[in-house]
Every structure is written in structure tokens, then in C-alpha cells.
């Protein structure tokens, strides 16, 4: 098959091309001038208007004038009708849009009601002023006192917002509250306690038998600190309420997990003050306080039988 295609190329090879151009006609040199253009090799190289040969071979009816093209658009443009809108344009109101993120409901009420409408001036309401809440008035030396005499009549102690409380002092209140019987309450919120006074109130968990709630929120307490009262708590079968949250840093995995075990352990507490970060121990400790509010529950419907 091979041999027989070569045989019929052999009969070009003394074709002569002048006399083949000499025999086409004017319309047929055209028709090739223009195949030819197309497989320039340099014709990439030119602009992109001027690759595409003419598509046409009419002479141009008039000169092309861009100012006269853009007269005519514009007015073609002005003079197209705009389709009406769904709902009708009624105007801007007058002093009333955005005004009322400015001013109170009464000076609203009073704009919107009156005829003239919002005056440029507006008188202002007079600003109540918000005072610091008081200082907290515990007595520190006095109440530590009553503390270690066992006052009956004693029976919430509240150092909450006290900054200036020396360490060792605390430290007292913690040895103090071991042997006492009629505090109930002992609240030392934000007073700048930290990872000892975590362990000396750890002790004195171990002792005291009669605390019921104890509030250690927002002070300088960190895990070892918890842990500390963590362990304390698994002894003690009296605290029904403990917080802990709002410490400067947080606990971790490790921490949050054994407060769960110790929850789950501990059935006397029913109220833990602490924002777990956690997932895992978040729903251990949500199903130990469920479950031991339960079991106050039962005892309560028991007795009352």
C-alpha cells in the first residue's frame, strides 16, 4: 500500500508552478494570497486587529466618528422610557431618617408627634450618675477572731473585694475555719488568693465538718491550687456548694478530669461553680450533679413521708 502511494506522488515532482499560476484566473490568486497569509509564521507576532484578514470587501458607506457615536447613545439613552417602579417613590422625609439612633424615645415621641417636626436643637436629659460600688465593710481582724472563738451568731463570713489581705492572714482564716462549727458560708472571691491559700483551705476541708458552701471565684489560682482542693473534697461529705471559676489561668484536661471523677465520687455536692472547657469532663460532671440534686431530691420526698 506504502509503495502504490509513493508511485502516485512521483507524477508531481516535475510539475512546473509558474505555469500552474499563469493558468488560474484573477478570484483564484486572490483565494490563495489570502491562504498563504494565514500560514505566515510571523503573522502571531502582529497586534490582534490585525491578524484576522477582512471579512468583507465593501467600501465603507462614510467616515467613522466617534463623537457622533456617542451623541447618538446618549440621546438614545435619555430618551428610552424606565420601566415604573413596583412601589411608588414618595420623597425623603425631612429630619426623621437616622435621627432616632441620635436622641431618646421621649424627644422621638415629641418629633414625631408635633408639627414642626425635630428642632435643631435638642435639649439633653440629664445623666444619672453611677457611683463605685461601696467597699466591702468586713471587719478582717475582728471577724478572724470570731472565727477562732466559735461565735454562734457567726455564721457567713464574706472577705469578697478585700485586696489587701496578707497572705499569712488568709492562711489563719483557713486554720481558723478547721475547728469551727457554726460558719456556714465563707465566700473569698477576688482577693488576690493564690495556689497556698488553695492548699490551707485543702486542709481545712479535711477538718471542717460543718462548712456548706465555700466561694473561691476569681483570684490567682491555678491547677495545682484545685487539685490541692480536689483531693480535700473527696474526704469531706458536709460541702454542698464550692466555686471555683474566673481563675487567671486556665485549669486544663488533666484538672478538669479529676474534678469530674471527684464529683462523680461525692454525692454531697450539688452546686459547682466552674465553666468547663472541655467536652469530656463538661458531661461527666453535668450527669454527677444531675445525679446527686436526684439523690437530695429522694431524701427530701422521704423524710417529708
Known amino acids: 500500500m506504502a509503495l502504490s502511494f509513493k508511485k502516485d506522488l512521483e507524477k508531481y515532482k516535475e510539475i512546473d508552478e509558474d505555469e500552474i499560476l499563469n493558468k488560474l484566473s484573477e478570484e483564484e490568486l486572490k483565494q490563495l494570497e489570502s491562504a498563504l497569509e494565514e500560514l505566515d509564521p510571523e503573522n502571531a507576532l502582529l497586534p490582534a486587529g490585525l491578524r484576522q484578514k477582512d471579512q468583507t470587501v465593501k467600501t465603507a458607506t462614510g467616515p467613522f466618528n466617534r463623537d457622533n457615536l456617542l451623541q447618538y447613545l446618549e440621546k438614545e ?4 422610557k424606565d420601566r415604573e417602579d413596583v412601589v411608588p417613590f414618595t420623597g425623603e422625609k425631612k429630619a426623621i431618617l437616622g435621627v432616632h439612633t441620635l436622641v431618646t424615645s421621649t424627644q422621638t415621641y415629641d418629633g414625631t408627634t408635633s408639627k414642626e417636626s425635630y428642632n435643631n436643637v435638642i435639649k439633653g436629659e440629664k445623666v444619672k450618675p453611677v457611683f463605685d460600688e461601696p467597699p466591702n465593710p468586713t471587719n478582717v481582724e475582728e471577724t478572724l477572731q470570731r472565727i477562732k472563738s466559735n461565735d454562734p451568731s457567726l455564721t457567713e463570713v464574706n472577705l469578697n473585694n478585700i485586696k489587701n489581705i496578707p ?67 473527696r474526704d469531706n461529705d458536709t460541702l454542698s456548694e464550692i466555686k471555683i471559676d474566673n481563675q487567671r489561668q486556665q485549669l486544663g484536661t488533666t484538672v478538669e478530669m479529676e474534678i469530674a471523677k471527684m464529683l462523680e465520687t461525692n ?39
Do not use: C, W
Open 77 to 80: 439613552a435619555l430618551e428610552y
Open 167 to 233: 497572705i499569712p492572714t488568709l492562711k489563719d482564716f483557713a486554720k481558723a475555719m478547721e475547728k469551727n462549727t457554726n460558719v456556714k458560708k465563707f465566700s473569698l472571691a477576688a482577693t488576690r488568693s493564690n495556689d497556698p491559700i488553695a492548699v490551707a483551705f485543702g486542709d481545712m476541708l479535711r477538718e471542717n465538718k460543718g462548712l456548706r458552701s465555700l466561694n473561691l471565684e476569681s483570684n490567682f489560682i491555678t491547677g495545682a491550687g484545685v487539685q490541692a482542693l480536689v483531693e480535700a473534697l
Open 267 to 305: 454525692s454531697s455536692i450539688v452546686k459547682f461553680g466552674y465553666h468547663f472547657a472541655h467536652q469530656g469532663p463538661r458531661a461527666r460532671a453535668e450527669a454527677a450533679i444531675t445525679k446527686n440534686n436526684d439523690l437530695v431530691r429522694r431524701r427530701r420526698l422521704e423524710r417529708d413521708a
